[in-house]
């Protein structure tokens, strides 16, 4: 039922910024964590940062300093500031939903599709 929307990727110089966008819908009763994720070229997808339901922040060691997370006051975009971006970022960024499993909710991952964020050095 949840639809996510990346935005806001591109090309950039080393120690450029990008902020990205994921703009979610069709969220329900359930409870629900956001995050973002990345997959560079021949690489796993890794987890980036993460936001909870109370408003707690994780980041992933090779951002820490350097991205934050957020989101906005109705809790419907998630957004991902990036600053003194380095070529080891470039990647395809995807934003992630978990729903909490409940009364009436199963446990689900949502996924955008991603957007690519190219950081040139």
């Known amino acids: 039922q949840v639809q996510l929307v990346e935005s806001g990727g591109g090309s950039v110089q080393g120690g450029g910024s990008l902020r990205l966008s994921c703009a979610a819908s069709?969220?329900?009763?359930?409870?629900?964590?956001m995050s973002w994720y990345r997959q560079a070229p021949g690489k796993e997808r890794e987890f980036v940062a993460g936001i909870d339901s109370d408003g707690s922040t994780s980041y992933a060691d090779s951002v820490k300093g350097r991205f934050t997370i957020s989101q906005d006051n109705d809790k419907r975009t998630l957004f991902l500031q990036m600053n003194s971006l380095k070529s080891e970022d470039t990647a395809v960024y995807y934003c992630q939903s978990y729903q909490w499993g409940g009364s009436w909710c199963d446990s689900h991952n949502y996924w955008g599709q991603g957007t690519q964020v190219t950081v040139s050095s």
């Open positions: 069709g969220y329900t009763y359930c409870n629900y964590d």
